[in-house]
């Protein structure tokens, strides 16, 4: 059969993704400090977009809503305060016993505690890149712990509340009482954090922050905490009361000296704090005197334009060249497409909003404890949109409520099936049942992962023995042969 080439034509439907059609995901996945950003450009590129002049302020402050604002009012970090001055703690030693002891020179200590300058410490910038945050550092690390939804939320709360030195000033307790969650919780996921890299970071205090470096280096012995508890004495320079509170001999003393000094005191002003943007909600969650939930967009943070139609008219009279037709005529295109990009984009947003309060609204009752499972195709199904759709609109877009500030992706979690074929379980309920179950546990019957899987399923949840395992890993649990050794070894 011999080969030829010919013409035929055939009908066929396909999804092409024009350009006006790639702008608006774009836009729909684009942070609002992104989309501020694009808008701004578009504005300065299309002569026939303009700006729309607005008095209006956002519906949550036009109502007085202080609870939904709260979180933010209270996020910006204040000055420490120390009851001891780093400068002061220059004890009376010689400088040649300090030197043979190893310590590091006065003068770092001075400069470490004076302003927030840390420009004249060796090798500081060289070690931390300039362009990462101390928070997005810490949030990168919090990610690949691999803890649970209620943990993630509970480690982004403790972010926020962390100072440019790397302190966290915040109170467990009100955190917890915001959050709705244990203070218990509150308190073991700060333990957790303050393992992150620089060490130190997230303690609440100067001799907290330095007693985790020593920790590291394993050199927090009875002594050694004797001193760092008593900084005070050290700042007056009482070396003789020093050595009786600690029990050791001058030698010892100086040795131990040294090696506080040679700690940072300040393990997150390395990081770049200037340039941190202060995150901006998208929508605001309020309850209304109704009882029901209310959901509104943050007007300040979606950009209003226009496209000036009276311009228009204007200069396509004037123009002449088939050139600046056809330029006027893309200008008024784009413009028409971004303003109706724009709308489109504002109501997928409280579209998606609106759903996942109401999906999650025990939640906004009672606290983190209460999530539910929830996942994009639950949501997407709800509403008549893709799943992808609902993915680019959580990302990068925060709720704002009574309890804090929250990314929209932080609601969804996982469900575990249940038993008897009835509602699914949240996997971070799941995961509190199998810290109780080993938490009550006698001594005599250690559980092993089969056994707790077990027990969760008389009570009709329906899990896998590897799923338990990971659970128990994400929670810091050991295995029930480690268990049991630590058991018999007094530990």
């Given at each position: 059969?011999?080969?030829?080439?010919?013409?035929?034509?055939?009908?066929?439907?396909?999804?092409?993704?024009?350009?006006?059609?790639?702008q608006?995901?774009?836009?729909?996945?684009?942070?609002?400090?992104?989309?501020q950003?694009?808008v701004?450009?578009?504005?300065?590129r299309?002569?026939?977009?303009?700006?729309?002049?607005?008095?209006?302020?956002?519906?949550?402050?036009?109502?007085?809503?202080?609870?939904?604002?709260?979180?933010?009012?209270?996020?910006?970090?204040?000055?420490?305060?120390?009851?001891?001055?780093?400068?002061?703690?220059?004890?009376?030693?010689?400088?040649?016993?300090?030197?043979?002891?190893?310590?590091?020179?006065?003068?770092?200590?001075?400069?470490?505690?004076?302003?927030?300058?840390?420009?004249?410490?060796?090798?500081?910038?060289?070690?931390?890149?300039?362009?990462?945050?101390?928070?997005?550092?810490?949030?990168?690390?919090?990610?690949?712990?691999?803890?649970?939804?209620?943990?993630?939320?509970?480690?982004?709360?403790?972010?926020?509340?962390?100072?440019?030195?790397?302190?966290?000033?915040?109170?467990?307790?009100?955190i917890?009482?915001?959050?709705?969650?244990?203070?218990?919780?509150?308190?073991?996921?700060?333990?957790?954090?303050?393992?992150?890299?620089p060490?130190?970071?997230?303690?609440?205090?100067?001799?907290?922050?330095?007693?985790?470096?020593?920790?590291?280096?394993?050199?927090?012995?009875?002594?050694?905490?004797?001193?760092?508890?008593?900084?005070?004495?050290?700042a007056?320079?009482?070396?003789?009361?020093?050595?009786?509170v600690?029990?050791?001999d001058?030698?010892?003393?100086?040795?131990?000296?040294?090696?506080?000094r040679?700690?940072?005191?300040?393990?997150?002003?390395?990081?770049?704090?200037?340039?941190?943007?202060?995150?901006?909600?998208?929508?605001?969650v309020?309850?209304?005197?109704?009882?029901?939930?209310?959901?509104?967009?943050?007007?300040?943070?979606?950009?209003?334009?226009?496209?000036?139609?009276?311009?228009?008219?204007?200069?396509?009279?004037g123009?002449?060249?088939e050139?600046?037709?056809?330029?006027?005529?893309?200008?008024?295109?784009?413009?028409?497409?971004?303003?109706?990009?724009?709308?489109?984009?504002?109501?997928?947003?409280?579209?998606?909003?609106?759903?996942?309060?109401?999906?999650?609204?025990?939640?906004?009752?009672?606290?983190?404890?209460?999530?539910?499972?929830?996942?994009?195709k639950?949501?997407?199904?709800?509403?008549?949109?893709?799943?992808?759709?609902?993915?680019?609109?959580?990302?990068?877009?925060?709720?704002?409520?009574?309890?804090?500030?929250?990314?929209?992706?932080y609601?969804f979690?996982?469900?575990?099936?249940a038993?008897?074929?009835?509602?699914?379980?949240?996997?971070?309920?799941?995961?509190?049942?199998i810290?109780?179950?080993?938490?009550?546990?006698?001594?005599e019957?250690?559980l092993?992962?089969?056994?707790?899987?077990?027990?969760l399923?008389?009570?009709?949840?329906?899990?896998?023995?590897?799923?338990?395992?990971?659970?128990r890993?994400?929670?810091?649990?050991?295995?029930?042969v480690?268990?049991?050794?630590?058991?018999a070894?007094?530990?």
């Amino acid at each position: 059969m011999a080969m030829i080439p010919r013409l035929e034509m055939r009908q066929g439907q396909a999804l092409v993704m024009t350009p006006q059609l790639q702008q608006a995901i774009k836009l729909l996945q684009l942070s609002n400090f992104e989309l501020q950003e694009f808008v701004e450009a578009e504005l300065e590129r299309n002569p026939l977009l303009e700006r729309e002049e607005t008095t209006e302020a956002p519906k949550a402050a036009e109502n007085g809503d202080a609870k939904a604002l709260d979180f933010e009012e209270n996020a910006t970090p204040q000055e420490p305060a120390l009851d001891v001055e780093i400068a002061d703690m220059t004890p009376d030693l010689s400088t040649s016993e300090l030197a043979e002891a190893g310590a590091a020179p006065l003068q770092d200590w001075s400069k470490a505690s004076a302003a927030k300058n840390f420009d004249d410490l060796p090798g500081l910038e060289e070690t931390l890149a300039s362009d990462i945050t101390l928070a997005e550092h810490l949030d990168a690390q919090l990610t690949e712990a691999g803890v649970s939804a209620t943990e993630r939320m509970i480690g982004a709360a403790l972010i926020d509340q962390i100072d440019d030195w790397g302190y966290m000033r915040g109170d467990v307790r009100e955190i917890a009482r915001q959050l709705g969650a244990e203070e218990a919780d509150v308190a073991r996921v700060l333990t957790l954090m303050q393992g992150f890299e620089p060490t130190g970071v997230m303690a609440r205090d100067i001799p907290e922050c330095l007693a985790l470096q020593l920790k590291e280096r394993s050199r927090f012995d009875p002594a050694m905490e004797k001193l760092i508890q008593n900084l005070d004495l050290l700042a007056k320079s009482q070396m003789e009361r020093l050595q009786v509170v600690c029990g050791v001999d001058r030698e010892d003393l100086i040795d131990m000296i040294a090696e506080v000094r040679a700690l940072t005191p300040k393990p997150g002003a390395g990081f770049g704090a200037g340039a941190t943007q202060t995150v901006a909600p998208d929508v605001y969650v309020r309850l209304g005197q109704d009882g029901a939930w209310h959901v509104e967009l943050n007007a300040d943070t979606m950009p209003r334009v226009l496209m000036n139609q009276r311009y228009y008219a204007t200069v396509s009279k004037g123009a002449v060249r088939e050139a600046d037709k056809l330029f006027l005529s893309e200008c008024a295109a784009n413009a028409s497409w971004l303003v109706k990009s724009l709308d489109q984009r504002a109501r997928t947003i409280l579209k998606v909003a609106r759903e996942i309060v109401r999906q999650q609204d025990a939640f906004f009752v009672h606290g983190v404890s209460q999530l539910r499972p929830l996942n994009l195709k639950t949501v997407a199904a709800a509403i008549e949109m893709h799943e992808s759709t609902v993915s680019r609109v959580t990302s990068n877009k925060y709720l704002s409520c009574a309890r804090g500030l929250f990314e929209l992706k932080y609601f969804f979690t996982a469900s575990i099936n249940a038993a008897d074929g009835g509602e699914a379980h949240s996997a971070e309920a799941v995961r509190h049942q199998i810290r109780g179950l080993i938490e009550s546990e006698a001594p005599e019957d250690i559980l092993s992962d089969d056994r707790i899987v077990e027990i969760l399923l008389e009570q009709g949840v329906d899990i896998a023995r590897r799923t338990v395992a990971k659970y128990r890993e994400s929670l810091r649990i050991p295995s029930s042969v480690e268990r049991k050794r630590k058991l018999a070894s007094g530990i």
